[in-house]
């Protein structure tokens, strides 16, 4: 992929940009009429998003702010940028409206695509290569893309680290990417990543688990949770049997009813006995004699009146008694047969009771047990809680257990896998001494004061979870911009890396900012360097520079001549000042 222009639609927005083989500059110069004036804030970052807005990026911080002033009508314009796959030419169109869409044009008309599709088509046709052995998926553009266009975020640290090129994604992830960009089989460290990121999506499931047991049923661990999952499962079966006691007493369908009936009924049978006692009481009764006189003595006091008087008295009374005991005896040959009848309607009663008795007090018992729970609606409810819990603590039990013994699956594989990368570093050596021929020959054209200094190398490291290790070093001497430079070096590395190779990777490469800290001498001898390959290979090194910085220094010293500011400007596609911003406004 080579870059030939970009622009807008309409024109205005922004200074039509072409570019050109070999170093493009995006050069900030200093107001001649106020020298005083900051370069910063003029517009070439900005320039730059704009670039990889048409490239599927997000609207960067600075894009939002100028379309969120509305000084720039933003809205209205589309973004144009034209590109070469193959001698083949594209033009990608982005309105700044409708960034939910791309428009693709590659000679046979303008076609929309929604950026999720554009990206998948952008990826193949600037980073797909069928030689190569490893993994690589169409949805990676928005992770490929930015290594080779690499701008200050900002008020952030950039450049900082040569391999974490993307902020917030760690290394682990990128290093598959690398990799790729190596034309270094990949599948491995993309087998990692998997392994590690389902590691660490299990602990953090894992930990879910536990922070929902623990705050749903106050336990602390999975241990308690087990007890306490006895425990639901014991009062279960305990509610459980008071519901088949209430369904054993269906037939009573009114329990309180039915124990009056036979309350009722007991009541009945007991008056009756009593008035049936109280009869056999009194036949009882009828059938005794009650002389409670002495005849003799009551003879004896008429006797002392009238002897013969005395003897009738006698007499009549005498026969008095004998008719009495005459009559009580026939009496009660006459009530024994009633008392008989009486005696066993009682008993009878007395037995039908105490089956009634039994009957209700069977009752009470049910009652009781309902007077406990309420009514069964609630029982069933409680059993439904409980039940409720049961599935959901031993769902969540059960998930633990399928979790952790994942875990320790991966974790096993993890292990394994170490082995094998051991084993595949060991083989890939021809590919790093390669790299490290090209690597080791842009450095010492840029720091020739310390030549053969420089160490790259790919590394295992089980103490590190990308376990594969990209390791670039250079002396300690080189404390002012060492970071950059390390950047700088392994990136053009890359770039140049693909050119050779003829791999399916972008010929350009873009660099904000990189050169802040970073010694004159060494901004000379590279773009000296990359001069001389511009004669024989087809790139594009596109990079910001301010006038002031390593530029404010007049004196570049010898190979220099062609680096004052005023051929830089002469030489840069895009120029900007104080006076002559991007949008004429500070973003």
């Given at each position: 992929?080579?870059?030939?222009?970009i622009?807008?639609?309409?024109?205005?927005?922004?200074?039509?940009?072409?570019?050109?083989?070999?170093?493009?500059?995006?050069?900030?110069?200093k107001?001649?009429?106020?020298?005083?004036?900051?370069l910063?804030?003029?517009?070439?970052?900005?320039?730059?998003?704009?670039?990889?807005?048409?490239?599927?990026?997000?609207?960067?911080?600075?894009?939002?702010?100028?379309?969120?002033?509305?000084?720039?009508?933003?809205?209205?314009y589309?973004?144009?940028?034209?590109?070469?796959?193959?001698?083949?030419?594209y033009?990608?169109?982005?309105?700044?409206?409708?960034?939910?869409?791309?428009?693709?044009?590659?000679?046979?008309?303008?076609?929309?695509?929604?950026?999720?599709?554009?990206?998948?088509?952008?990826?193949?046709?600037?980073?797909?290569?069928?030689?190569?052995?490893?993994?690589?998926?169409?949805?990676?553009?928005?992770?490929?893309?930015?290594?080779?266009?690499?701008?200050?975020?900002?008020?952030?640290?950039?450049?900082?680290?040569?391999?974490?090129?993307?902020?917030d994604?760690?290394?682990?992830?990128?290093?598959?990417?690398?990799?790729?960009?190596?034309?270094?089989?990949?599948?491995?460290?993309?087998?990692?990543?998997?392994?590690?990121?389902?590691?660490?999506?299990?602990?953090?499931?894992?930990?879910?688990?536990?922070?929902?047991?623990?705050?749903?049923?106050?336990?602390?661990?999975?241990?308690?949770?087990?007890?306490?999952?006895?425990?639901?499962?014991?009062?279960?079966k305990?509610?459980?049997?008071?519901?088949?006691?209430?369904?054993?007493?269906?037939?009573?369908?009114?329990?309180?009813?039915?124990?009056?009936?036979?309350?009722?009924?007991?009541?009945?049978?007991i008056?009756?006995?009593?008035?049936?006692?109280?009869?056999?009481?009194?036949?009882?009764?009828?059938?005794?004699?009650?002389?409670?006189?002495?005849?003799?003595?009551?003879?004896?006091?008429?006797?002392?009146?009238?002897?013969?008087?005395?003897?009738?008295?006698?007499?009549?009374?005498?026969?008095?008694?004998?008719?009495?005991?005459?009559?009580?005896?026939?009496?009660?040959?006459?009530?024994?047969?009633?008392?008989?009848?009486l005696?066993?309607?009682?008993?009878?009663?007395n037995?039908?009771?105490?089956?009634?008795?039994?009957?209700?007090?069977?009752?009470?018992?049910?009652?009781?047990?309902?007077?406990?729970?309420?009514?069964?609606?609630?029982?069933?409810?409680?059993?439904?809680?409980?039940?409720?819990?049961?599935?959901?603590?031993?769902?969540?039990?059960?998930?633990?257990?399928?979790?952790?013994?994942?875990?320790?699956?991966?974790?096993?594989?993890?292990?394994?896998?170490?082995?094998?990368?051991?084993?595949?570093?060991?083989?890939?050596?021809?590919?790093?001494?390669?790299?490290?021929?090209?690597?080791?020959?842009?450095?010492?054209?840029?720091?020739?004061?310390?030549?053969?200094?420089?160490?790259?190398?790919?590394?295992?490291?089980?103490?590190?979870?990308?376990?594969?290790?990209?390791?670039?070093?250079?002396?300690?001497?080189?404390?002012k911009?060492?970071?950059?430079?390390?950047?700088?070096?392994?990136?053009?590395?890359?770039?140049?890396?693909?050119?050779?190779?003829?791999?399916?990777?972008?010929?350009?490469?873009?660099?904000?900012?990189?050169?802040?800290?970073?010694?004159?001498?060494?901004?000379?001898?590279?773009?000296?360097?990359?001069?001389?390959?511009?004669?024989?290979?087809?790139?594009?090194?596109?990079?910001?520079?301010?006038?002031?910085?390593?530029?404010?220094?007049k004196?570049?010293?010898?190979?220099?001549?062609?680096?004052?500011?005023?051929?830089?400007?002469?030489?840069?596609?895009?120029?900007?000042?104080?006076?002559?911003?991007?949008?004429?406004?500070?973003?």
């Amino acid at each position: 992929m080579i870059l030939k222009k970009i622009y807008s639609e309409p024109t205005g927005l922004f200074p039509e940009v072409t570019f050109k083989k070999g170093v493009n500059f995006i050069f900030g110069k200093k107001d001649a009429k106020n020298s005083k004036k900051s370069l910063n804030g003029i517009g070439k970052s900005l320039f730059l998003d704009i670039l990889d807005f048409c490239l599927c990026s997000n609207l960067s911080e600075r894009l939002k702010r100028a379309k969120d002033k509305k000084i720039i009508e933003l809205s209205k314009y589309v973004a144009v940028l034209e590109f070469d796959v193959c001698d083949k030419t594209y033009v990608i169109k982005r309105s700044f409206d409708k960034t939910g869409n791309l428009s693709l044009n590659s000679g046979d008309g303008d076609r929309l695509y929604k950026i999720s599709e554009a990206k998948e088509l952008l990826c193949d046709l600037i980073f797909k290569d069928d030689s190569y052995n490893g993994k690589y998926y169409s949805q990676w553009f928005r992770k490929l893309i930015p290594f080779f266009v690499k701008i200050q975020p900002p008020k952030k640290e950039n450049f900082s680290d040569p391999l974490s090129y993307i902020q917030d994604v760690k290394i682990m992830e990128l290093m598959q990417f690398h990799l790729l960009f190596l034309g270094i089989d990949n599948t491995l460290s993309h087998k990692n990543f998997q392994i590690k990121s389902d590691l660490k999506s299990k602990g953090n499931a894992i930990d879910g688990v536990r922070k929902y047991i623990e705050e749903t049923y106050g336990l602390k661990n999975i241990s308690d949770a087990s007890n306490e999952l006895d425990k639901l499962s014991r009062e279960t079966k305990s509610l459980e049997n008071k519901i088949k006691d209430f369904k054993l007493a269906d037939q009573y369908k009114d329990s309180e009813q039915s124990s009056n009936i036979l309350t009722s009924k007991i009541k009945n049978l007991i008056y009756s006995n009593y008035t049936d006692d109280i009869k056999l009481k009194s036949y009882r009764e009828s059938s005794k004699i009650n002389i409670d006189f002495d005849v003799q003595q009551i003879a004896k006091i008429y006797g002392d009146i009238n002897e013969i008087l005395g003897q009738n008295v006698k007499r009549t009374l005498e026969d008095a008694i004998s008719f009495k005991k005459n009559l009580a005896k026939s009496r009660e040959e006459f009530l024994k047969e009633e008392i008989e009848i009486l005696v066993k309607t009682i008993k009878e009663r007395n037995e039908e009771i105490k089956g009634l008795e039994e009957e209700r007090a069977k009752i009470f018992k049910f009652l009781e047990a309902k007077e406990a729970i309420k009514d069964l609606s609630e029982a069933f409810l409680q059993l439904s809680g409980k039940q409720e819990k049961i599935n959901e603590l031993s769902g969540r039990i059960g998930l633990h257990t399928a979790l952790v013994k994942e875990q320790a699956e991966l974790k096993m594989e993890d292990a394994k896998l170490y082995s094998e990368i051991v084993n595949f570093v060991e083989s890939i050596r021809s590919n790093e001494s390669e790299i490290r021929a090209i690597f080791a020959d842009i450095y010492n054209s840029i720091y020739i004061d310390y030549k053969d200094q420089s160490k790259f190398s790919i590394l295992t490291n089980d103490r590190k979870d990308q376990k594969i290790e990209i390791s670039i070093k250079f002396p300690s001497d080189l404390s002012k911009g060492k970071n950059q430079g390390r950047t700088l070096v392994y990136d053009l590395a890359v770039l140049f890396l693909g050119i050779k190779s003829s791999r399916n990777l972008p010929r350009f490469l873009v660099h904000d900012g990189i050169f802040d800290g970073m010694d004159k001498a060494h901004f000379v001898h590279l773009c000296g360097y990359l001069q001389g390959l511009s004669n024989s290979q087809d790139f594009q090194y596109i990079v910001t520079l301010n006038e002031e910085g390593i530029l404010s220094d007049k004196n570049f010293g010898q190979g220099a001549e062609n680096l004052t500011s005023q051929k830089i400007e002469q030489e840069a596609v895009l120029v900007l000042t104080p006076e002559k911003k991007l949008f004429n406004e500070d973003f």
